[in-house]
């Protein structure tokens, strides 16, 4: 059984938004692990996109996306969402959700990364065109 399930991609044109979910299995958001959503484009390396702390009271997003996107959780829900505005040709890619670092950190704040997350989706895919 999938312990992470995302939903939302999707093609768009640039400029536009799209919302993408993670629905996690029971338990996983409240077991203390922080959430994050990571993309994956071809020929590139995988990049961590925004992350969630455990009761929702951080955030942290790649400089690429600051001002864009915004990720939130709803725990009644077992959700995490990511809402993703004015959409760029280079987001383009597959989006994974993920839970739980390795480290138990959701962002490396001196390195300016995420680190590796231990459980993950089967990702959605997004498309932007220009």
């Known amino acids: 059984q999938a312990q992470l399930v995302e939903s939302g991609g999707g093609s768009v044109q640039a400029g536009g938004s799209l919302r993408l979910s993670c629905v996690a299995a029971?338990?996983?958001?409240?077991?203390?692990?922080?959430m994050a959503w990571l993309r994956h484009a071809p020929g590139k390396e995988r990049d961590g996109v925004s992350a969630?702390?455990?009761?929702?009271?951080?955030?942290y997003y790649a400089d690429s996306v600051k001002g864009r996107f915004t990720i939130s959780h709803d725990k009644a829900k077992n959700t995490v969402y990511l809402q993703m505005n004015s959409l760029k040709s280079e987001d383009t890619a597959m989006y994974y959700c993920?839970?739980?670092?390795?480290?138990?950190?959701?962002?490396?704040?001196?390195?300016?990364?995420?680190?590796?997350?231990?459980?993950w989706g089967q990702g959605t895919q997004v498309t932007v065109s220009s």
């Open positions: 969630i702390s455990p009761n929702g009271d951080r955030t």
């Open positions: 993920a839970a739980g670092s390795r480290t138990g950190l959701c962002y490396a704040s001196e390195q300016r990364s995420f680190p590796e997350y231990q459980i």
């Open positions: 029971s338990g996983i958001m409240y077991s203390g692990k922080c």
